[in-house]
């Protein structure tokens, strides 16, 4: 007879507390394992793993508890919790980029005590997903990331930070931690996922406290940014068991929004003669979009002469440096905001030669596919036509 072992993956560590203001003394704690409601029995359906486990510490710092599943259970799961310092500073909230011109990310909100936030190396620590970090600082001209600076009508200061993700990874923490020298604040972990559905569940109330209604006036765009964040999960196979619209299932949005098919007939679509871009020793080929916070998009040409070199191309008045995809000469224009895809125009100067071209190119040659990428790219054709009507609606 053969037996399966439950999986003790989806269970819960409870920790009795998660997080301590370091003071130099000892700090412990203590925790139950629960699987669907039911507390599981210590040695008996779980066994603490020792030695990836750290239940009393007295340092700053991240600790983890691990447990493995024994008996009709299998697998391992753990939890963290950790001793910070006291810096002053406190999370007044946090959000998701809505804006277009921010991309897709989480923003965090902070107060922050003067003579921390003065201090030149005071920073945001931020842990993205991909594995990347970046440092965001309050108060240090030199730094490449800074974070916004804003005073309430109540005369509050608030520090904004933004810290953006690729649509594939809307459902992935993004954790962060405030540090000035020696000293580390508390870590704060938060989703796009996450808050897109809390903003969809409390939208009402959220503008009732502000006497506004931006956050009604969100939800679709929200709805739609969801969907492209499950669609690229899917499309690139990543965390696939935890996509970013399943919180969808349990929210009526039938009023307010509804998945529009790619119509191709309504697109642009860039047509060019053999001969267009010949005195550049170049022949148009194609496009493609990359999906990072903001997306990319990429026109492909195939050279002409391997004699002769290739024109200056630009965008916005800078150099684009070619770059070589299986043969092809692309040129790359990065951080195309959300609504200017379906609407918008891309002009590159060739020479002294000024060219248009349309993102919806892409959009009509997916839609002809049937395959995965016409799947996703439906989704972010719909998320692009809610971002553009969010900002023409709220008058941004």
Avoid at 296 to 309: A, E, H, M, N, T
Avoid at 365 to 370: E, F, G, R, T, V
Avoid at 374 to 382: D, E, G, I
């Amino acid at each position: 007879q053969t037996y399966y072992l439950k999986d003790i993956t989806s269970a819960v560590v409870d920790l009795n507390e998660s997080a301590f203001v370091y003071d130099g003394s000892e700090k412990s704690v203590s925790y139950d394992v629960n699987l669907n409601g039911t507390q599981l029995r210590k040695d008996h359906d779980w066994i603490e793993v020792e030695e990836s486990t750290t239940a009393s510490a007295a340092d700053v710092g991240r600790y983890t508890v691990t447990v493995r599943g024994m008996g009709q259970y299998g697998g391992k799961i753990s939890a963290t919790w950790e001793i910070y310092n006291d810096i002053s500073e406190n999370l007044a909230g946090h959000s998701i980029s809505l804006l277009p011109d921010n991309g897709i990310g989480v923003i965090f909100y902070m107060t922050i005590g003067e003579t921390i936030a003065q201090n030149s190396d005071t920073h945001l620590h931020v842990n993205l997903p991909n594995g990347q970090q970046k440092d965001i600082y309050t108060n240090n001209g030199q730094a490449e990331e800074q974070a916004a600076k804003i005073v309430s009508q109540a005369g509050n200061v608030y520090y904004i930070f933004t810290c953006p993700v690729s649509a594939k990874e809307m459902a992935d923490n993004i954790t962060a931690q405030l540090i000035c020298e020696d000293q580390q604040g508390k870590t704060y972990s938060y989703s796009v996922k996450e808050y897109g559905e809390y903003l969809l569940k409390n939208a009402v109330a959220m503008d009732s406290q502000r006497g506004t209604n931006d956050y009604t006036d969100a939800k679709p765009l929200v709805v739609a940014m969801l969907k492209y964040g499950a669609q690229a999960q899917n499309y690139f196979n990543y965390n696939t068991e935890n996509p970013a619209d399943a919180g969808l299932e349990n929210i009526d949005y039938s009023d307010y929004y509804t998945d529009q098919p790619v119509d191709a007939s309504t697109l642009t679509s860039d047509k060019f003669d053999n001969d267009a871009f010949s005195a550049y020793n170049l022949k148009y080929y194609g496009s493609s979009l990359r999906l990072k916070s903001k997306t990319s998009y990429i026109v492909y040409f195939d050279k002409l002469s391997s004699d002769q070199g290739l024109p200056t191309v630009k965008y916005d008045g800078q150099i684009l440096s070619p770059i070589s995809n299986n043969g092809h000469v692309g040129y790359e224009i990065k951080n195309i905001n959300a609504g200017d895809l379906t609407k918008g125009e891309i002009k590159l100067t060739f020479g002294e030669e000024e060219k248009v071209f349309h993102p919806t190119s892409y959009f009509v040659i997916a839609s002809k596919k049937n395959t995965a990428i016409t799947t996703l790219t439906a989704a972010l054709y719909n998320y692009d036509i809610q971002a553009y009507d969010y900002v023409h609606r709220s008058g941004i």
